[in-house]
Nanobody, 127 residues
C-alpha cells in the first residue's frame, strides 16, 4: 500500500513564498519518481515540477520556471516544492504524485505516468 500526502498550502499575498511538503509512505521500499501538479478553477490539470529518484534530474512547467524548486529527501521519503514570487495565477489545488518502478535518473511530466496521488493542498494567492 502506498500513501501520498501533501501539506503546507495556505493563503498568501502576491509576492510571498510557500513551501509544500509531500510524504510517501510504503510498506515495501520502492524507488519512485515524484512530481507536483496543480489544478486551478476552470482549468485543466497542469504539470508543475518533477524530480527523479536520484534527485539529480528535475523538470519544471514553463509557468513556474525560476520561481519554484522541487527537492526530495529519500531517507525521509519526503519531497518539497519551494514556491517563490507567488502570484494569483498560481492559485490552485496542488497535488503530489509518485511513480514506482523507475530508474534512478528518470523523470516524468505526464500525469498519466503516475499511479499514486495525494488528496491535494490548496494554495490561494491574493493581490
Amino acid at each position: 500500500q502506498v500513501q501520498v500526502e501533501e501539506s503546507g498550502g495556505g493563503l498568501v499575498q502576491a509576492g510571498d513564498s510557500l513551501r509544500l511538503s509531500c510524504s510517501v509512505s510504503t510498506v515495501t521500499f520502492i524507488r519512485y519518481a515524484m512530481a507536483w501538479f496543480r489544478q486551478a478553477p476552470g482549468k485543466e490539470r497542469e504539470f508543475v515540477a518533477a524530480i527523479s529518484w536520484s534527485g539529480y534530474n528535475t523538470a519544471y512547467g514553463d509557468s513556474v520556471k525560476d520561481r519554484f524548486t522541487i527537492s526530495r529527501d529519500n531517507a525521509k521519503r519526503t519531497g518539497n516544492l519551494q514556491m517563490n514570487s507567488l502570484n494569483p495565477e498560481d492559485t490552485a489545488v496542488y497535488y503530489c504524485a509518485a511513480r514506482g518502478g523507475v530508474r534512478s535518473g528518470v523523470i516524468y511530466d505526464d500525469a498519466s505516468e503516475y499511479s499514486y496521488w495525494g488528496q491535494g493542498t490548496q494554495v490561494t494567492v491574493f493581490s
